[in-house]
């Protein structure tokens, strides 16, 4: 009988750099392949530093750059087999790349995409819901009768984590079933449904983040939104919301439509979307409203945009970003500004902290994880002065959490996930965590009976 291993790259006690080596027989697959942020980066650039000997595929659970961000390193240390992910991952992880290795190297577009095309030319799309057979040991992938000793079955189910995002199952020979989570989503949110426990998990690798606390919920996110807003607007100002492209900014816009429908919002105060790579994400979003969930699919069969309103006001050029972060800068004038990125490592959002920051009038809002070590961390912990670029700056503005913009599950919603599940697993494994969360929720488990690793 072929028993299975694990080897984690990355992302096992730590929220960043996922990427896990699943092994049965004298084969393996890689789960994601992401990069290190904040104190989890151990060089200044990514690393691959495993060996690549027996590996024969890589399945991607989602496009953040925590899962994907070290492809391109994975292909330089001569990985070269397919890559499985869904339709809207595959589509979306050509724009994360680009955006991270201009970044990253400062590489300009034509090199960005000799890399970007490398990749993309290794993808295999994979539709949900289908178990699809691979034998790895074939010349190249194939899906063939599930006879073979040494196939295995995958199948992609939605995490609700953002666009694309899923859950795999992984059948080996022997019939047992290894689940890896990816990164599961909240419940109830109302652009992406919610996931589904799966009916087999004898091996459960289940991601963390929240694991010790619970988010507020969908209606007290928005009303909570709605105060930030109404404080804000009482003494002029900016509100700043840096936001992942993918996901937090979708979920942003959503809540927002809403209060200008609702007539909650002046329809006059615009909504700057200061990100083009956030821009193109939320274009694929539109593309995939299939993917949408239940109340989302609602709005568009009232003719309603939730994420292409009039108010929405898109800054395409640099140019046009810093004429607009000085404007507001110099006139003290009420805009909400969603720019990218979440952690406030780069992107164009850090421009705005840079000059607006030290202006009380200012509100940040944080929408999502902080990673340790990031500038994001250090603002939301209440640094009076943070460092960008090198240069000290002080922070006069009001900084608010929202952990209702999580795209990541609490806890309720991860015990919900693990208790539907038919049959208890006979593991569980905690990873994409850390180790103080992982701890308090591995006990928690273990108080219901579960066997934890």
């Known amino acids: 009988m072929i028993s299975h291993s694990v080897k984690h790259h990355g992302g096992h006690h730590t929220v960043t750099g996922s990427c896990h080596e699943l092994r049965w027989g004298d084969t393996s697959i890689l789960i994601d392949c992401g990069l290190f942020q904040g104190h989890d980066k151990t060089s200044e650039e990514p690393t691959v530093e495993f060996s690549l000997d027996d590996i024969c595929g890589l399945v991607l659970t989602h496009s953040h750059i925590d899962h994907v961000g070290r492809l391109p390193w994975l292909l330089a240390a001569g990985f ?7 339709p809207a991952t595959a589509e979306l992880v050509p724009l994360m790349l680009e955006d991270g290795l201009k970044l990253q190297l400062g590489m300009s577009h034509s090199q960005a995409h000799k890399v970007i095309d490398a990749v993309s030319a290794l993808m295999i799309p994979m539709e949900y819901g ?15 009768t599930k006879s073979a000793e040494l196939t295995v079955d995958i199948r992609f189910n939605p995490a609700g984590h953002i666009l694309g995002s899923a859950y795999v199952e992984f059948r080996l020979p022997n019939d047992e079933v290894v689940v890896f989570s990816g990164d599961l989503g909240p419940s109830q949110t109302p652009l992406l449904p ?6 087999q998990a004898d091996y459960l690798y289940i991601e963390t983040t929240y694991g010790d606390q619970c988010h507020e919920s969908v209606e007290d996110r928005s009303n ?3 105060a930030i807003i109404d404080r804000s607007l009482s003494d002029g100002g900016v509100i700043l919301i840096p936001a992942f492209s993918v996901g937090r900014t979708q979920e942003l816009l ?5 209060l200008m429908h609702e007539r909650e919002l002046d329809s006059d105060l615009p909504i700057i979307l200061d990100s083009p790579m956030a821009s193109r994400v939320t274009e694929s979003y539109r593309r995939f409203k299939a993917l949408w969930g239940k109340e989302a699919k609602a709005r568009l069969a009232q003719h309603r945009h939730p994420l292409a309103f009039e108010q929405c006001v898109k800054i395409a050029d640099f140019h046009a970003h810093q004429k607009l972060v000085n404007r507001l800068a110099s006139t003290g004038e009420s805009a909400i500004v969603v720019a990218a990125s979440g952690m406030c490592e780069g992107g164009r959002i850090v421009n705005y902290l840079r000059h607006l920051l030290p202006d009380p009038r200012t509100d940040v809002i944080f929408a999502g994880y902080q990673a340790r070590g990031t500038l994001g961390e250090a603002i939301l912990r209440g640094d009076s002065e943070v460092f960008i670029d090198g240069e000290k700056i002080s922070v006069a503005a009001h900084i608010h959490a929202m952990s209702g913009y999580s795209a990541h599950a609490d806890k309720a919603d991860l015990l919900r996930f693990i208790q539907g599940i038919p049959t208890p697993p006979k593991e569980i494994h905690l990873i994409h965590g850390e180790p103080r969360t992982q701890a308090e929720f591995a006990q928690h488990l273990r108080r219901l009976g579960y066997q934890v690793i």
């Open 254 to 258: 959503f809540d927002i439509e809403q």
């Open 224 to 226: 909570r939104l709605k």
């Open 130 to 144: 289908h178990w699809y057979t691979i034998d790895w040991f074939a010349d190249s992938a194939s899906w063939l």
């Open 80 to 86: 070269n087999h397919p890559i499985y992910c869904t």
């Open 194 to 199: 919610d996931p589904i426990s799966p009916p």
